[in-house]
Nanobody
């Protein structure tokens, strides 16, 4: 099964930047769509950004123009560059990847353990 190491979460002042990383390892044949979700205290988990195998991207309206998702297929890593951070961006951020372990195997969705981003008001 795939395992993730998420890094990059931190406390940052409004207007600052952070880059989150999510490195996958383990039994991986292919990773299809990658993405990031976040969950703020007392709120539902929300989709932040996704990137397909051919690097087509999509973003939530409230991060468009500030966040950039990217991937390195050779190293099975995805990134979320976050600029112009706002207090409303405070949340635990989770990487998500659709994976298959073997050729012809079943695709499943794997989640990272989460990394905390805090932007004080």
């Amino acid at each position: 099964q795939v395992q993730f190491v998420e890094t990059g979460g931190d406390l940052v002042q409004p207007g600052g930047s952070l880059r989150l990383s999510c490195a996958a390892s383990g039994s991986i044949f292919r990773i299809f769509t990658m993405g990031w979700y976040r969950q703020a205290p007392g709120k539902q988990r929300e989709l932040v950004a996704t990137i397909t195998q051919d690097s087509s991207t999509s973003y939530a309206d409230n991060v468009k123009g500030r966040f950039t998702i990217s991937r390195d297929n050779a190293r099975s890593i995805q990134y979320l560059q976050m600029n112009s951070l706002e207090p409303e961006d405070t949340a635990v951020y989770y990487c998500v990847e659709d994976c298959v372990e073997t050729l012809g195997g079943t695709t499943y969705t794997a989640w990272g353990q989460g990394t905390q981003v805090a932007v004080p008001s």
